[in-house]
T-cell receptor
Framework: AQSVTQLGSHVSVSEGALVLLRCNYS??????LFWYVQYPNQGLQLLLK??????LVKGINGFEAEFKKSETSFHLTKPSAHMSDAAEYFC?????????????FGQGTELSVKP | SQTIHQWPATLVQPVGSPLSLECTVE??????LYWYRQAAGRGLQLLFY??????ISSEVPQNLSASRPQDRQFILSSKKLLLSDSGFYLC????????????FGQGTRLTVV
């Protein structure tokens, strides 16, 4: 069964520092993977997605993620954190078309950015 | 372009009262529709999904039900709310033809008192 695990429920970085949010997946088939961001009391916004094309995926707001099959990982990175990056981040895997395209989410990682 | 509307944004309801949350999607046809719940400090739990009118799949046993009376309308209901139903409810849609991302509404903050 497909699942995702996000390592670290809280991550704190200084403004300008590297952001690294970790996500490992479990899937019996080639996965479709996603990163979402959620600001307080709002819905989820897609940051980027991996759909079996390039393994390095670039998203919005300077974020990118690398799909590593050997490590079953899809970690999210940003070279230089900005105060506006403070939010909660979710990694998700799709269960595929024959399961209604359902997304299974990790528990989320709250990112804090210190000035 | 496609848009998703979810309302109300906030709701405070007494225990035992009924619930109806509505979600509509515009600009697409035959979408997959989803209801997720997000409890404080926890991830997103899929409650229901639908691949077509009148087709509802429940993911977890609970006090809630869902209906899809029209292609782009998804309703979350309860006959009698429990305190444990409090949370942040999110409606989402995805393409019915491709494996793609889901697009989320702005959410409803439900507090049962």
């Amino acid at each position: 069964a497909q699942s995702v695990t996000q390592l670290g429920s809280h991550v704190s970085v200084s403004e300008g520092a590297l952001v690294l949010l970790r996500c490992n997946y479990s899937s019996s088939v080639p996965p479709y993977l996603f990163w979402y961001v959620q600001y307080p009391n709002q819905g989820l916004q897609l940051l980027l997605k991996y759909t079996s094309a390039a393994t390095l995926v670039k998203g919005i707001n300077g974020f990118e993620a690398e799909f590593k099959k050997s490590e079953t990982s899809f970690h999210l990175t940003k070279p230089s954190a900005h105060m506006s990056d403070a939010a909660e981040y979710f990694c998700a895997v799709s269960l595929g078309h024959n399961q209604g395209g359902k997304l299974i989410f990790g528990q989320g990682t709250e990112l804090s950015v210190k000035p | 372009s496609q848009t998703i509307h979810q309302w109300p944004a906030t709701l405070v309801q007494p225990v035992g009262s009924p619930l109806s949350l509505e979600c509509t999607v515009e600009g697409t046809s035959n979408p997959n529709l989803y209801w997720y719940r997000q409890a404080a400090g926890r991830g997103l739990q899929l409650l229901f999904y639908s691949v077509g009118i009148g087709q509802i799949s429940s993911e977890v046993p609970q006090n809630l039900s869902a209906s899809r009376p029209q292609d782009r309308q998804f309703i979350l209901s309860s006959k009698k709310l429990l305190l444990s139903d409090s949370g942040f409810y999110l409606c989402a849609w995805s393409s019915g033809q491709l494996v793609t991302e889901a697009f989320f509404g702005q959410g409803t903050r439900l507090t049962v008192v």
